[in-house]
Nanobody, 124 residues
């Protein structure tokens, strides 16, 4: 059974940085596309970044382009989200998700495995 466990969330000041990790187990990680999603109170969950199997292709939401970087280490079965220049509007629960796919996926319904989420709070 595939399992995803996020870590690295917390409280940071406006302009600060955080690095989220997503540890994957229970399957061949290098055959899964990984996405990072976030959900703020009262808002729908949105995909902020996604990465294909090899790491050669990535997707970023317009709101995080130039500030967030998604990456993966297939040898460690772990994906990362480096978040720089954080803003109060980035405050949300961040979750990683995975799907067995050859195509880069950016929609919530495309993913079938989810982590429990980690809180990121950016204070002004």
């Amino acid at each position: 059974q595939v399992q995803l466990v996020e870590s690295g969330g917390g409280l940071v000041q406006d302009g600060g940085s955080l690095r989220l990790s997503c540890a994957f187990s229970g399957g061949p990680f290098r055959q899964y596309v990984v996405g990072w999603f976030r959900q703020a109170p009262g808002k729908e969950r949105e995909c902020v970044a996604a990465i294909n199997r090899t790491g050669a292709r990535t997707f970023y939401a317009d709101s995080v382009k130039g500030r967030f970087t998604i990456s993966r280490d297939n040898g460690k079965s772990t994906a990362y989200l480096q978040m720089d220049s954080l803003r109060p509007e980035d405050t949300a629960v961040y979750s990683c998700a995975a799907v067995y796919s050859v195509l880069l996926q950016t929609t919530e319904s495309d993913y079938n495995y989810w982590g429990q989420g980690t809180q990121v709070t950016v204070s002004s």
